[in-house]
Structure formats: structure tokens, C-alpha cells
């Protein structure tokens, strides 16, 4: 096993510049496919986390009467997807949006009068998780008297899940493009390989070596080429979401939410499959320059 290690590391440092070469496309490849699975992942994180704090905001009509709150609140309260109704005046309503505001409060200062309706403010159930059951409850609240209308954030989750699985989708062809495009590249560097000692491997079939000894060099050259380029795609990845995470303003995300990167077993699991695709390249190519 020694003598093959030798033999493959000797070989990538007699053929540096070409093996640079493919360690680093191999890199690049693993560092944006892996990019868009970390983003994937991630999102899907948020995208629980939003649909697990979802909340239903019940806007009421302007002659609303504030004797009738009690009444409302009763009636939302015994849905059976509700858990809890908070009632907000327009007058807390404003507050609240001025201290959403607060480094913006000239956008309300030319208000005459406040636009802002009376709400409700509807927390559900823990056991409610399904969008139909919320589209159900928003239903059921906008044919109550006094509600003018029913938002509960479904268009803008939509679309941010539709963005979701259009990446999903993407990540999954650019992995398969680039596994197959680091297979040929490893392949055609062992096809080089293969032809610069082209009269050594002939002297060893004279003396009979067999053609496991002649190939498991390059198999492991091909493997070492997926694995260092696989673990540099990798650490370039984790030096751009180190980065990335530090410059992400807190507030914006919700307080549970915290950036990940790649568990241990998904790295090994990338790692893998990058030497698997140096692996298969070197396979493609013994299978058809050795038969020559």
C-alpha cells in the first residue's frame, strides 16, 4: 500500500500544474453546488420557523364599535384552530408601527389622522401547522361580522417557497453537471498521466506485473484528486458563511434562527461523493486508454 501512495503522490508532483489545474475545478464545483444546498438548507430552516410563528391579523371595518370587541373576540376565540385573539387598537396599532419605524418616524409625520384599522391579532394552536387549515380559519373569520379583511402571510410564503423549490431544483441539476464534468476533467488528466508513462507501464506488463498494480496508483491518484478538492471547495464555503453570518443584522431573522453550516455527516457525505467523481474518472479513463 506504501508503494501505491508513493507511486500516486509522485505522480501528481511529476504533473503538478495539471493536477492543480483539476484540483481546483473540482473545488469550484463542490464550492458552488455546495453553496446552494447550504442556502437550501438553511431556508427551509426559516421557512418552518415562519410557518411555525404564523400569525392571522383580522382587520375590522372603520365603523367597527368598540362595544362589540368582547363579542368578536368570543366568536374567534371559539374556532377550533384559535388559540388566543388579541385585540389592537388603532391606537396601539400606531405605536407599534412607530417603533418599527423608529429611525424612519419622517414617513408618518405628515399623517393628519390615523389610517390604521382596529385588529385582532390571532395566535393559533400549536397543533395547527397545515396551510389548508389556516386558509380554513381565514375563511371561516372573513365571513364575520365586522371584519373587513383576513391576512395571514400565505402570498409572500408562497412565493418564497416556490423560490425555494425552484433552487432545490437547480442545486440538484448543477450537482449532477458538475459531477459528471469532475469525472471527464480526472479522467483526462489520467489520460495524461497515462501517456507520460506510457513506456513504464509497457516495461511492467513485460516483466508481469498484474493490472491491479499497474491501475491502483491512479485509482488513488483520482481519489486524492476528489478528496483535496472537495476539502478546498469545502473550506472555501466555510470561510464565504463565516463571513456572511457575522454581516446578517440579528433583527432581521427570528430570535431561534441561527446561520448553520454542513453537519459532519453531510461534509463526509460531500467529501465522499467528490472522491467517488475522481474515483469514476480515473476508472473511465484506464478502461479505455490500458485496453491500448
Not at 441539476?173 to 459531477?179: D, P, Q, R, V
Amino acid at each position: 500500500m506504501n508503494r501505491i501512495l508513493k507511486r500516486a503522490l509522485a505522480d501528481i508532483r511529476d504533473n503538478g500544474f495539471l493536477n492543480a489545474i483539476t484540483v481546483a475545478t473540482i473545488a469550484l464545483a463542490i464550492l458552488i453546488s455546495s453553496a446552494f444546498g447550504l442556502f437550501f438548507i438553511n431556508a427551509s430552516r426559516l421557512m418552518t420557523l415562519w410557518q411555525q410563528g404564523v400569525r392571522v391579523m383580522v382587520y375590522l371595518q372603520p365603523e367597527f364599535a368598540d362595544a362589540a370587541v368582547e363579542d368578536l373576540r368570543s366568536r374567534l376565540e371559539k374556532l377550533p384552530a384559535v388559540g388566543k385573539a388579541v385585540f389592537i387598537s388603532k391606537d396601539d396599532g400606531m405605536a407599534r408601527l412607530k417603533k418599527q419605524l423608529k429611525h424612519q418616524l419622517s414617513l408618518l409625520s405628515n399623517l393628519k389622522a390615523n389610517p390604521l384599522p382596529h385588529a385582532f391579532e390571532v395566535q393559533l394552536r400549536p397543533a395547527v401547522r397545515d396551510w389548508e387549515e389556516v386558509a380554513d380559519l381565514a375563511a371561516a373569520i372573513q365571513k364575520l361580522a365586522g371584519v373587513a379583511e383576513v391576512e395571514y402571510g400565505q402570498g409572500w410564503l408562497d412565493r418564497f417557497a416556490a423560490i425555494l423549490r425552484l433552487f432545490k431544483l437547480a442545486g440538484f441539476g448543477m450537482c449532477a453537471l458538475f459531477f459528471i464534468a469532475t469525472v471527464f476533467i480526472v479522467a483526462n488528466t489520467t489520460r495524461l498521466v497515462l501517456y507520460s508513462r506510457r513506456e513504464e507501464i509497457e516495461i511492467m506488463r513485460l516483466v508481469g506485473a498484474s493490472e491491479g498494480f499497474i491501475r491502483m496508483p491512479l485509482y488513488l491518484e483520482g481519489i486524492l484528486q476528489g478528496a483535496i478538492g472537495g476539502a478546498a471547495g469545502l473550506a472555501g464555503l466555510l470561510a464565504g458563511h463565516l463571513y456572511l453570518s457575522a454581516q446578517i443584522d440579528p433583527g432581521l431573522l427570528p430570535s431561534q434562527f441561527e446561520v448553520r453550516f454542513f453537519p459532519p455527516a453531510l461534509i463526509a457525505a460531500i467529501l465522499g461523493g467528490s472522491m467517488l467523481a475522481g474515483c469514476l474518472g480515473s476508472l473511465l479513463s484506464l478502461r479505455q486508454q490500458l485496453k491500448t
